[in-house]
């Protein structure tokens, strides 16, 4: 009798147990399933940007998942200059236009950043709230005075026309994201300087800038992503020989005037996207946290 | 119960906007705080500085040339006409869709004109606003859920998000015509013969699939910045006192997370009442598809000034949502920021 109902216990407690155990599995594997639905989400465009970049032109629109009629081709007619493309100088204005905002609004935005973040000083949060404002600021609204005023001075289509305007955005993502970057430093070392007898501007240099360079490396890369993926004031200041990716990967013309070559542009888009995303997946961690520590796009 | 878990009970880790006193205080601090404010005036002078030229000169100067006429061959007698102050005209011409009559005096714009969209294009701009940041608000919080959990792989899944936010919106637009192409993938994979960017509404979603996929991701990583502030005890006292999943939800997910999620759909909503690049290229604005954006860029080469006019509505425009969120809806920007920088790890 007492032991009937002991082994009837036993088995009602292990029914229990397994069943809190069924739901704890069926919990881990509906998070499987969503994470699996947001991979596939996430990277399927991407990878048939891909997997159509590596297909001969006579296979275009062919619908197997799997790489077929692996080719190279593709990229060869990227860079071909004879349709009137200039893919190569295109990568290159590219490269020299972020690079130059990327270096001038780092040099100029570090110090804002370390004010922001580091003293104390009236219309602190009014300096903040501007510059915040002025990253969200609409680019159409820069367009019409740059347009006119740049032609009236004739820099239409030179570098500086398409640097100038860039750092309108990229400035203010820098500081923001810097200031929030440097809110989270070990700033006693600084303090510690002090008492050693530095300067604050010496603490600053040889202190803080050593310890805010994975920082500072961070917001370069968001700060050159933007300039990098910039399509607007692109498409209307600059002219072919100074037109960056963006421009030219939209503009791709093909043999035919009324065929888009997709596969070279998809070719394109892979030698535009490959070495960020690559950049970016090696970064994860500071990349997200500058991303949303700045909270800029 | 649940409901004592008010928003007000728990607070996240102290914000970092907080300001930072160092070094003793007491005899002294007024003449420091005095040499920090010189301090920091020296060293945020030359990004106020860039951003007066790059941005306050730019503004001014398009309102200035907003108030003058454009220059041109006047319809009616074939003369050229020189500009001149207009006042207010421009703006009355765009919002009452008038455009210069022969002979002077304006008429309504016949259709096909530029003038004749501008009605069309804020509603087309609004749409766009409100569909793509609905969407992107709720995948992005689904997203965030998922990716807050504890798995194997969890930062595969970051990762992964990251890789539509890198691609640029110009090859994104490429990218996606071409999925959207006759032959394209989508049509073959819903067994479809849709013409997608051929007329108004297939035009329409393939603008915002386009723009859902590339900027989800990012309100995705807001959110869960949002999320990671909320302490697990917080969720463990509630489960101990026997609240459901959709209680914790409702009551402490939700209040919590709000102000994380408020700043991201402001960020977005801005984005995307400026949204250019995408429809421009996937569908040249045809279709309905112009937003005021693409009608400012196709304005520019017929008339500056009047162009000047539509950007300056623009941007009154984009800073009137701006305001109503901060005001209105709590979307408190400037310390939210500096919180979520402080609770991400």
């Known amino acids: ?297 | 119960m649940a409901t004592e878990l008010g928003p007000t009970s728990v607070k996240p880790p102290a914000s970092g906007g907080t300001p930072i006193h160092h070094g003793p205080k007491g005899v002294g601090e007024d003449n420091k705080i005095l040499s920090q404010g010189k301090w920091a005036s020296w060293l945020l002078a030359p990004t106020i500085i860039a951003l007066g030229i790059v941005i306050v000169y730019p503004i001014i100067s398009a309102i200035v040339m907003s108030l003058q006429k454009d220059a041109g061959l006047d319809p009616a007698t074939g003369l050229f006409t020189a500009g001149g102050p207009a006042g207010i005209q421009n703006y009355v011409n765009w919002i009452g869709q008038q455009c210069a009559a022969p002979g002077g005096g304006t008429v309504a714009c016949p259709p096909g004109t530029l003038g004749g969209q501008f009605w069309s294009a804020t509603a087309t701009t609004f749409f766009f606003t409100i569909v793509t940041v609905t969407f992107e608000t709720v995948l992005g919080f689904w997203m965030a859920m998922i990716m807050a959990r504890t798995f194997k792989g969890r930062s595969m899944v970051r990762a992964a998000v990251l890789v539509p936010w890198a691609i640029p919106t110009a090859v994104t637009a490429q990218l996606w015509l071409f999925i959207f192409a006759f032959e394209g993938i989508a049509n073959k994979l819903f067994n479809a013969s849709i013409l997608w960017t051929g007329s108004e509404w297939p035009a329409k979603w393939a603008v915002i699939i386009a723009d859902t996929w590339k900027t989800t991701p990012f309100m995705a990583l807001l959110i869960l910045a949002g999320l990671q502030m909320i302490p697990a005890d917080v969720y463990e006292a509630a489960k101990v006192d026997g609240a459901t999943a959709w209680q914790r939800f409702r009551m402490i997910t939700l209040p919590l997370v709000k102000p994380a999620l408020m700043v991201a759909i402001l960020f977005r909503t801005l984005d995307a009442l400026r949204m250019f690049d995408l429809p421009y290229i996937l569908t040249q604005g045809a279709n309905n598809t112009t937003t005021l954006s693409i009608l400012v860029i196709n304005q520019i080469r017929q008339g500056f000034n009047s162009a000047a006019a539509l950007s300056t509505i623009t941007f009154i425009i984009i800073f009137l949502v701006a305001f109503i969120f901060v005001r209105f809806l709590g979307a408190n920007v400037v310390e939210q920021s500096g919180a979520t920088g402080k609770g991400k790890k």
């Open chain 1, 1 to 297: 009798m007492t032991s009937a109902t002991a082994t009837e216990l036993r088995a009602r407690q292990d029914k229990g147990r397994k069943t809190a155990q069924n739901r704890e599995k069926w919990a881990q594997g509906r998070t499987y399933i969503s994470a699996a639905v947001i991979l596939i989400w996430c990277l399927a465009p991407a990878y048939w940007m891909v997997v159509t970049a590596f297909r001969e032109v006579g296979f275009t629109y062919d619908t197997s998942i799997l790489p077929t009629h692996v080719t190279m081709d593709n990229f060869a007619t990227a860079f071909d200059t004879s349709f009137g493309n200039r893919f190569g100088q295109a990568l290159l204005n590219s490269v020299i236009i972020g690079t130059v905002v990327t270096v001038i609004s780092l040099v100029i935005g570090v110090f804002a950043a370390y004010a922001l973040a580091r003293l104390n000083f009236r219309f602190k949060f009014l300096v903040l709230g501007f510059i915040l404002g002025a990253s969200m600021f609409p680019g159409v609204a820069l367009i019409t005075p740059l347009f006119q005023l740049f032609t009236n001075i004739g820099w239409m289509g030179t570098y500086q026309a398409l640097i100038i305007p860039n750092i309108s955005f990229v400035l203010p993502l820098t500081v923001y994201t810097l200031t929030s970057f440097f809110r989270e430093m070990p700033w006693e070392l600084e303090e510690s300087a002090r008492v050693d007898g530095c300067t604050q501007g010496q603490a600053f240099r040889k202190v803080i800038m050593p310890l805010a360079a994975p920082a500072i490396f961070t917001t370069a890369i968001l700060a050159f992503i933007s300039s990098w993926n910039e399509f607007l004031i692109a498409s209307q200041l600059s002219n072919e020989a100074t037109q960056p990716v963006t421009v030219a990967i939209a503009s791709f013309a093909g043999a035919q005037p009324n065929q888009i070559p997709y596969t070279a542009i998809m070719a394109a888009g892979t030698i535009v996207t490959i070495p960020l995303v690559i950049l970016v997946l090696v970064l994860q961690r500071k990349i997200i946290a500058g991303l949303t520590a700045g909270a800029v796009k």
